[in-house]
C-alpha cells in the first residue's frame, strides 16, 4: 500500500514550499486540468477539493459543450485572480484536455475529472511522490485497492478496464495496470511531447502508448476510487467507447511498432503462398493441368508476403530513427526541468 503524506503538518521541507505557485520564489508551477461534462451536481464539490489540497496550483476547468449548468456551476467557485475557466466546442474528453493542457505553461500538470471520484488528497499524494521521484509520469491505479470494481457496477465496466488494459499492454510493449485512470501527474518534458490526437475517451490509452514510445518513467500508485455524488453518470459506454479505444490502441500499434503488424502480415500470405504453391505444384504433377487461378492467387500471396516484410523493415528503420531523436529531445528537456526542481530546493 502506498502511504501519502499527512498535509496538515508544516514541519516538512516540501509542505513548507510554496509547491505549485505561479507567484512563488521558487517559480514552480502547478496546473489541475479538469475536463467536464454535464457534471453540475459534482463540479463545485471537485473544484473546492482540489482548491483545498493544491491552495497554490492553477485549476483550468473545460466545459465540453455542457447541455447543463456545469459552466455556470464551475465559475462561482473558480478564483478570478487565479484560475481559469474554458469552453471547448467539440464533444470529446480528447479534445477537452488538449484544450486545457495548451492553454497554460506549468511545470507540473495534474490530470483529473469532474466528478469527485478521484479524491484530491490522494493526488496530492501522488504529487508530493512526483516531487520525490522525479517520474514522467504518475498514475492513480484504480485497480489495485479493488474500488474501481466496488464503485462501478455497471455491466461489464471493470471487465472491460482489465480486457483493455490487458490488450493496450500488450500493444505497448509495457506492463500496465489501469490504462484508463483519469487521475494522472504529469511533468512538462512529457506533456510537451504529449501531441493529443485522440477525440475522447482513447485519450488515456493515447497517454499510455506515448509513455511506452518514449520509454518514459511510469509509475502506477494505488488509490481510492470514490462514488459518484447523485446527479453525475458516467459517461463512458462500455462497447462503443471499449471498441473505440481498443481501435485506437492498434492503429497506433501499427505506427509505433509497424513491423509487428507487417510481420504479420507477411507471414499469413507466405503461409498462404505455399499453401497454394503445393496445390499448383501437386495438381500438375498429378494431372498435368497448370492450374492457372491458383497459380497466380499464390503469385499473389507471394507479392504481399515480401512487400509486406519489407514495408514493415523500412518503417522500422525509419521509425528507429525518429524514435531516437524525440528521446534524445526529450531526456535533454527532462534535464532543464530537474535543474529547476533542484535550484527550487525540491
Known sequence: ??????????????????????????????????????????????????????????????????SDQTGKVAKEHLRSERDLFLFEPRQ?????????????????????DGDMTYPATELRGLYEQM?????????GDRQAGGTYAQQNTRFGHSIGNRILTSVIS????????????????????????LDVRSEGFQLETEINIVAAHLRADVLEVP????????????????????????????????????????????????????????RVIGGFLESG?????????????????????FTGLTLKIVGRNLRRQEIAAFLQRKRIW???LDDAGL
Open 131 to 139: 516531487l520525490e521521484g522525479r517520474n514522467d509520469m504518475i498514475v
Open 223 to 278: 488509490i481510492a476510487y470514490e462514488e459518484r455524488p447523485e446527479g453525475s453518470e458516467s459517461k463512458l459506454s462500455t462497447f462503443h467507447d471499449g471498441w473505440r479505444i481498443l481501435s485506437f490502441a492498434m492503429l497506433n500499434w501499427v505506427a509505433f511498432l509497424p513491423m509487428h503488424f507487417f510481420v504479420l502480415v507477411a507471414a499469413i500470405g507466405g503461409l498462404s503462398f505455399f499453401i497454394l504453391g503445393y
Open 338 to 340: 530537474n535543474q529547476k
Open 170 to 193: 500488450r500493444l505497448a510493449g509495457q506492463k500496465y495496470n489501469d490504462v484508463l485512470s483519469g487521475a494522472r501527474i504529469m511533468s512538462a518534458p512529457f506533456v510537451e511531447h
Open 1 to 66: 500500500m502506498t502511504t501519502f503524506v499527512d498535509y496538515s503538518s508544516a514541519t516538512d521541507k516540501k509542505r513548507s514550499l510554496d509547491v505549485g505557485s505561479h507567484a512563488s520564489p521558487e517559480g514552480l508551477r502547478t496546473v489541475i486540468v479538469i475536463p467536464a461534462y454535464n457534471e453540475e451536481a459534482a463540479i463545485g464539490g471537485t473544484i473546492a477539493a482540489y482548491q483545498h489540497a493544491f491552495p497554490n496550483a492553477r485549476i483550468v476547468v473545460v466545459d465540453n459543450n455542457s
Open 289 to 309: 493441368w497448370p492450374y492457372t487461378t491458383t497459380a497466380i492467387a499464390a503469385a499473389t500471396c507471394g507479392i504481399i508476403a515480401a512487400f509486406s516484410f
Open 92 to 112: 470529446g474528453k480528447g479534445f477537452a484536455v488538449k484544450r486545457g493542457l495548451a492553454r497554460i505553461e506549468a511545470d507540473i500538470f495534474v490530470m483529473t
